[in-house]
């Protein structure tokens, strides 16, 4: 046989193997890589202190800017801000139970898009109090959490995408960010 006609076989086996069923693949999710887990302190200059990932950038909030207390942890890589705003209580008529009340509100404003809400109060290694809430379904923010000494801060975080993704195609993001917070939250330091 020569080289020639090894050739034309080895064209026309291309040619024929290939079937002209073609089944599409299912939809599937985005590939998520995670980064590894490494905590850095916040910078100085805020009525508070805890540590945060190296991989969320510490942002000034836009949205008030003349409260310089309130911050964004910028999740770039992953699509994400966890939102912060820091109230002074006792001041400007911020009572702790009228600021809980808002807060507790903040959230129950979710609950027309929300599958469900699973709230949890917790104490913080620091003895401070705190409220957990986790939202299902498809809701603009799936985790909202606030701490509190009581008498004279408070400390709101909510987590936020800038994307349209369904949250069950976000939910590896989502549980890396969680696991962020609950450290955060464990780190949290008010100061006087």
């Not at 302190?41 to 309130?70: C, M, R």
């Not at 209580?89 to 027309?112: E, F, M, P, R, W």
């Not at 195609?169 to 330091?189: Q, W």
């Amino acid at each position: 046989m020569s080289m020639h006609s090894n050739k034309f076989i080895f064209i026309l086996f291309l040619l024929t193997s290939c079937t002209g069923d073609f089944l599409p693949k299912p939809l599937g999710y985005n590939r998520i890589d995670l980064p590894e887990r490494v905590f850095v302190d916040l910078e100085e200059g805020k009525p508070y202190s805890f540590q945060h990932s190296i991989h969320a950038l510490v942002e000034a909030d836009s949205f008030n800017l003349q409260e310089t207390s309130w911050i964004n942890l910028n999740y770039q890589g992953l699509g994400g801000k966890v939102h912060f705003t820091y109230l002074e209580l006792d001041t400007k008529g911020k009572d702790i139970k009228i600021v809980v009340n808002d807060a507790i509100n903040l959230t129950a404003k979710h609950q027309i898009k929300a599958y469900g809400i699973e709230e949890s109060i917790l104490r913080t290694p620091k003895g401070y109090t705190g409220v957990v809430a986790e939202l299902s379904g498809e809701v603009p923010t799936q985790f909202q959490f606030f701490v509190t000494d009581s008498t004279k801060h408070f400390l709101r975080g909510a987590l936020y995408f800038d994307t349209a993704m369904k949250n069950d195609s976000l939910a590896p993001v989502i549980e890396y960010i969680k696991v962020d917070m609950a450290h955060l939250i464990n780190t949290l330091e008010f100061k006087n």
